[in-house]
C-alpha cells in the first residue's frame, strides 16, 4: 500500500513539474526601435541632443571662421608690414591653430557619442524594465528583440503592452 501510495506521489510530482516546465515556455518579441521613440523622455532627450550638436556645430563654425581670419591674414599684401620673426609666429599659430579645428571635429564626434548615451541610458533602463514588468505579468519566460528575428508570430510582440503599460499611445 505505501509503495502504491509513494509511486503515485511520484507520478504526481513529475506531472506537476512536467506541466510547470510547458507553462513558462511562452516566448515574445518587442522591437526598441519602434518603441523607444514614443516615449516621452526620448523626445525630450532627442531635442537635448540637437540642442547640444547644434552648440558644437557654432564652436566647430567659430574655429574656422577665425582659422580662414588667420590665413586670409597671412595670404593678404599686408605682410609686409610684419618682419620675418612676426610672419613666422602668425604661421606657426595659423598651423596649431588648423591643427586645433581638426582635433575638435574628432572631439565633437566623441563629446556628441558621450552626450547621446548619457541621454539614451535612463531611457534604455526604463524601457527594459517595464518590458520585464509586462513580461513577468503576462507569463512570457523569454523576450527576444524583434530585429535579431527572421520569423515570428504576430500575436507575441510585445509592443502593444509594453505601450499600454507606461501609458503611451
Do not use: C, H, W
Not at 13 to 21: K, P, Q
Not at 116 to 141: D, M, R, S, T, Y
Amino acid at each position: 500500500m505505501k509503495k502504491i501510495f509513494l509511486t503515485l506521489l511520484v507520478a504526481a510530482g513529475i506531472l506537476l513539474t512536467n506541466s510547470g516546465l510547458q507553462a513558462q515556455t511562452k516566448i515574445g518579441y518587442i522591437s526598441l526601435g519602434e518603441f523607444m521613440p514614443n516615449m516621452p523622455e526620448f523626445k525630450k532627450a532627442d531635442s537635448s541632443m540637437q540642442d547640444y550638436k547644434n552648440a558644437l556645430s557654432q564652436e566647430f563654425e567659430d574655429q574656422k571662421r577665425e582659422l580662414n581670419e588667420q590665413d586670409s591674414l597671412l595670404s593678404s599684401k599686408d605682410t609686409v608690414k610684419y618682419t620675418k620673426a612676426q610672419l613666422e609666429i602668425k604661421r606657426r599659430s595659423l598651423g596649431q591653430l588648423y591643427v586645433k579645428v581638426q582635433g575638435f571635429s574628432q572631439q565633437a564626434q566623441e563629446q556628441l557619442q558621450q552626450k547621446q548615451q548619457e541621454l539614451i541610458a535612463p531611457i534604455q533602463k526604463k524601457a527594459l524594465e517595464a518590458i520585464q514588468a509586462v513580461a513577468k505579468e503576462n507569463g512570457f519566460a523569454y523576450v527576444l528583440q524583434k530585429e535579431a528575428l527572421y520569423a515570428y508570430p504576430a500575436a507575441e510582440d510585445l509592443l502593444p503592452l509594453v505601450k499600454r503599460k507606461l501609458g503611451i499611445k
